[in-house]
């Protein structure tokens, strides 16, 4: 390999998981804000309550299998006016994004871009959703890795236009972007939460466990992985 290309690769990326480990949230808090906006406080609590069994199922689900989980989930999309439903995503970065962030989340970004890093993001959340919060950590559309819905005839199907981010197809698409970017993920780091991160975590030459389940925390500490413990400024106050 030349000395010219060499000179321009890129020192390294890093790779972070969004829901558990940028901020405290997951994608079913994105669509009880859409299935329950406009309604009272009484009509709300009818809707959760009317819900329960089935968040039991999918609460189970997803300690099985996370990408089935997602799959599962996103089925409740089915049939939503995507005209209506895409606007929605900048309300739901305001009122139930941003105050869930990490503040040691943003220090690390803003650690990593100062030593000339890339920051990319890597969720199973749907795409449209993480745009404000990618635009608010100045993160490019094209460095964020995230699943798309199908849609209709202008709604969503329900299903996704590809398999969901999660376990292996997490690291896979990782090390797509790397090879098409001309990274190498031996300089890089990734951030992850859950066991559902485990392969992306050790794609790279640096793993960092965020807020880690005991399981989780041993396995990093067995492997050598930094732990950090992160929380929202909601959570500190």
Not at 144 to 154: C, F, K, M, P, Q
Request: glycine share 8%.
């Amino acid at each position: 390999m030349s000395d010219a290309h060499e000179g321009n690769r890129a020192p390294g990326a890093a790779f972070f998981d969004v829901d558990g480990t940028l901020m405290h949230t997951n994608i079913t808090q994105y669509y009880v804000h859409i299935a329950t906006r406009g309604l009272s406080s009484l009509q709300r609590c009818l809707w959760m309550l009317g819900v329960g069994p089935q968040a039991i199922y999918y609460l189970l689900l997803d300690k099985l299998n996370r990408g089935a989980f997602n799959r599962a989930f996103y089925r409740n999309y089915r049939g939503l006016d995507a005209a209506l439903v895409r606007p929605l995503a900048e309300e739901i970065f305001t009122t139930v994004m941003q105050p869930r962030l990490y503040p040691e989340a943003l220090a690390a970004i803003a650690a990593h871009r100062a030593r000339g890093e890339r920051v990319v993001l890597v969720t199973g959340s749907i795409d449209f959703l993480i745009a404000p919060l990618a635009r608010h950590l100045g993160v490019r559309a094209a460095d964020t890795l995230a699943v798309t819905l199908a849609e209709e005839n202008g709604r969503f199907t329900g299903e996704l236009t590809g398999p969901p981010l999660s376990d292996e197809e997490k690291a896979r698409a990782v090390r797509a972007y790397a090879a098409r970017e001309g990274l190498d993920l031996a300089a890089g780091t990734a951030y992850g939460d859950s066991g559902a991160d485990l392969p992306m975590l050790a794609a790279v030459g640096h793993a960092v466990v965020v807020n880690p389940k005991p399981k989780l925390a041993r396995l990093a500490r067995a492997r050598g992985w930094r732990i950090e413990s992160w929380a929202a400024e909601a959570a500190k106050a």
